[in-house]
């Protein structure tokens, strides 16, 4: 087992390199140098950087982080601060278990809070891979089913009116309620993510613009989604960014339920519904999400990860290790 301190120490270390997307060339130093140590051979691309381990199963995560909500500190037994769970925690994870020799790739991504241009580049450079885990914070579980998702953009057009005289004008944000309330009666999964209109001058008003993710059960089709967006053009101008279909995860649960199951951790199920590099591996591996830590605290000021966690997340990188030995043979 890794000794506590060693991990705090390490954990500490990367999260207070600050790696926001599209700058995280301190941290991939930082990793290079640790992997170089350790006596592994080390690929690059320019948004990747990969050991040159068995490609038949890669552990993946990313380097980049949002940006600071909080610094990095510690009580004992959580660890709290931006980055500590999405997804240093599972980099120190697999540095931890890299220090045992592994025989499978380990891959570390840039650019996965923005457009994931690291694991674009990385699978495009890949043309003999089979199975891949992206660590993720799951608390240890398997989420074998991961959601698709894309991002909406409308551009709201009303009338302008004196503020006092609402029944004159068009109200761009009344309509955005009512497109939002269309979305919801039709059972489409959203989720608004910003919304800007009107200003100080006490005018109707007449623009209104919205973000808004939408989320795909891992069965379903982008195509017959798309189709039912079409009544959107009606109130304005809408744009579509980074569209992705669902999966299902198949063999390579059970290389990590084996995993798992001699940590003396219990096997668990869970689903992914955040967009995730695994979401750009899909099409060449059969892959799932697993790491340590609490999704739905990420991004915000009081994301944590506790220590414990992550010593367990590279006890069983390791053994995975032997699991992957043994299907080789």
Excluded at 41 to 54: D, I, N, V, W
Excluded at 77 to 99: P, Q, W
Excluded at 242 to 259: D, P, T
Excluded at 291 to 296: A, I, N
Aim: hydrophobic share 40%.
């Amino acid at each position: 087992m890794v000794a506590h301190d060693k991990i705090l120490e390490l954990l500490k270390t990367l999260v207070e390199i600050e790696s926001l997307s599209k700058k995280e060339g301190e941290i991939r130093a930082f990793v290079r140098e640790y992997l170089k140590n350790l006596g592994y051979e080390l690929y690059e691309g320019e948004h990747f950087l990969a050991t040159k381990g068995q490609r038949e199963l890669i552990v993946a995560t990313h380097l980049d982080t949002v940006s600071i909500r909080r610094p990095f500190s510690w009580n004992g037994d959580y660890a709290y601060g931006t980055g500590v769970c999405d997804a240093k925690g599972s980099v120190a994870a697999m540095l931890l278990s890299a220090e045992e020799g592994l025989d499978y790739t380990l891959a570390f991504f840039c650019d996965e809070e923005e457009d994931g241009l690291g694991s674009k580049e990385f699978v495009s450079q890949i043309d003999n891979g089979k199975y891949a885990i992206v660590m993720e914070p799951t608390d240890l579980k398997i989420a074998s089913r991961h959601y698709g998702n894309f991002e909406l953009y409308v551009e709201i057009f009303g009338k302008e009116a004196h503020g006092a005289y609402p029944e004159e004008g068009l109200n761009a944000i009344h309509l955005f309620f009512q497109l939002y309330q269309k979305l919801l009666e039709r059972g489409f999964k959203i989720n608004p993510l910003r919304i800007e209109a009107g200003d100080d001058l006490y005018v109707i008003p007449a623009k209104c613009k919205a973000k808004i993710e939408i989320f795909l059960h891992p069965e379903e089709k982008l195509e017959e989604y798309l189709k039912n967006l079409e009544f959107l053009k009606e109130y304005g101008k809408i744009e579509l960014d980074h569209l992705y279909e669902g999966y299902v995860s198949k063999e390579i649960n059970y290389l990590l339920e084996e995993a798992l199951r001699q940590s003396g951790l219990p096997v668990r199920y869970t689903e992914m519904k955040s967009w995730t590099d695994a979401l750009n591996l899909k099409e060449r591996f059969d892959v799932v999400v697993w790491g340590p830590g609490d999704l739905t605290k990420c991004h915000t000021e009081e994301e944590y990860i506790k220590i414990k966690d992550i010593e367990l997340a590279a006890k069983t990188l390791s053994n995975l290790n032997r699991v992957f030995r043994n299907i080789r043979k």
